[in-house]
């Protein structure tokens, strides 16, 4: 049954429409505009809580609670009654949190987490008919999904299995105490990420609100070790600005490629009958190319709001300067000259990835890419396209893996045969991925077959 977009931009959005009349200006969807606006003014409410609420001028319950009623309150204008889905899911696995045996509360998390996030996902579309221009609510739920199930784990690592059973990373990570529910609503509800993420990790956030996160940063890179005694207090302002010049960027692009090469185009009867091969793979590649700057744009500005309250900070690179991209979730430059698929991936959407590892790939004993493959579909959604793309996906990174591993060696000899390797990995990578990525943003099972024909 097809999901039926309601006819009006006035009926995309169950939030506030009290920034109708700038929509109806501007010529986009209510619910973005409200996206951008709550981003925005999360902005500037950061400066200030890192400027005037900072830990040595006030108590970290002060600041637990002022990011939590903040994160609400955008929730609420974003989407309205929409928002009693985050509440409830956060409220159901609180409850797990405090009740299930430290030996299983990761299973039952889990298994409740992603339920609910499914169930609302195939409601939203296939029951209630909303489709994929109303509101997003799914959104801050997935995110919220991530962070629940994350804390789960950790919390399970440090309460319910032996030190010597966990890898480096997971001692690291591990929560040996449960968190107060003050802390639980901070962590999942925070302005900073409750509407665009990102995910992170509950012990860095509990630093930075405590006022340790930068201090247990730099003890973790041993930057005295590394000859770096006397640092000053490390600003973000520097990367806030760098990330706000590649947001305007971003949005410029968005605002002129996303119209100029629509989506749409790929399902075209010229584009699909007519069209010779080779047009065809162009065009394919630029219209991937082009709704690209939207993901570029809000990952960006999520992650520059969260620097802006001074979290985010990762160490200090081997030059001396301060790092500000723990929360990062994309890096750019490497995306658009990945040479492998892998490389590709693991520079798009970090956070995610990230968590995937951790919470699948990690820790299942049989099958761990097509069951880490299958994870990234169900959470994404149940739009057919994502299956089509996440099972596409599998084959090309086995194909990929097996051509790297038997052939790559063979052009390492001299500089020349590099290069040649380089532009023809980065020329197939790129196609690879708009192939593969094509039936996630068609969604629906007819144009990706016409598409695919």
């Known amino acids: ?66 990011v939590t009623i903040f994160g609400i309150y955008f929730v609420i204008f974003c989407f309205g009654w929409y928002s009693v889905h985050l509440f409830v899911l956060v409220l159901m696995c609180y409850g797990i949190m405090v009740t299930a045996s430290v030996s299983s509360i990761h299973r039952y998390t889990f298994l409740v987490a992603m339920g609910y996030l499914t169930i609302c996902h195939i409601s939203r579309i296939y029951i209630f008919h909303y489709g994929i221009l109303t509101t997003d609510f799914s959104g801050p739920l997935m995110i919220v999904t991530q962070k629940i199930t994350t804390l789960a784990f950790q919390v399970h690592d440090g309460l319910g299995r032996r030190a010597e059973d966990l890898s480096a990373e997971q001692q690291r990570l591990a929560v040996k105490v449960k968190p107060s529910f003050l802390e639980y609503l901070s962590y999942l509800l925070n302005f900073m990420s409750v509407i665009a993420g990102p995910c992170n990790n509950f012990k860095d956030y509990i630093a930075f609100i405590e006022g340790r996160h930068i201090h247990a940063k730099l003890l973790e890179v041993n930057w005295k070790q590394r000859g770096f005694h006397n640092l000053p207090e490390p600003s973000p302002t520097g990367a806030v600005i760098h990330k706000l010049c590649m947001t305007l960027v971003s949005l410029l692009l968005f605002l002129t490629l996303t119209k100029t090469f629509p989506v749409t185009c790929l399902v075209d009867d010229w584009f699909v009958h007519k069209a010779n091969f080779l047009t065809r793979l162009c065009y394919l590649y630029i219209v991937m190319q082009a709704s690209k700057p939207k993901y570029y744009f809000a990952w960006t500005l999520a992650d520059a709001v969260n620097n802006a309250a001074g979290f985010g900070f990762s160490g200090v690179d081997k030059n001396g300067n301060f790092c500000w991209d723990l929360l990062s979730n994309l890096n750019i430059w490497k995306i658009e000259t990945a040479t492998s698929f892998k490389m590709y991936l693991e520079n798009w959407n970090i956070q995610t990835a990230t968590w995937l590892k951790r919470v699948c790939y990690e820790r299942v004993p049989w099958y761990p890419t097509v069951l880490t493959f299958f994870l990234s579909a169900l959470w994404h959604g149940v739009y057919p396209g994502y299956y089509f793309t996440f099972l596409t996906g599998i084959l090309v990174t086995v194909a990929a893996r097996t051509v790297r591993n038997n052939y790559r060696h063979c052009f390492l000899s001299s500089r020349a045969l590099k290069v040649v390797y380089d532009v023809v990995t980065w020329a197939v990578t790129q196609l690879a991925v708009s192939y593969t990525v094509a039936p996630f943003v068609l969604l629906a099972v007819e144009p990706t077959i016409s598409l695919y024909k």
């Open 1 to 66: 049954m097809a999901a039926r977009p309601p006819s009006s931009r006035s009926q995309r959005t169950t939030g506030s429409t009290c920034l109708h009349a700038l929509s109806e200006l501007l010529g986009l969807p209510l619910d973005q505009v409200n996206f951008v606006a709550c981003q925005l003014f999360a902005l500037f409410a950061a400066f200030w809580f890192r400027i005037y609420l900072s830990p040595g001028k006030t108590s970290p319950d002060v600041r637990h609670a002022l």
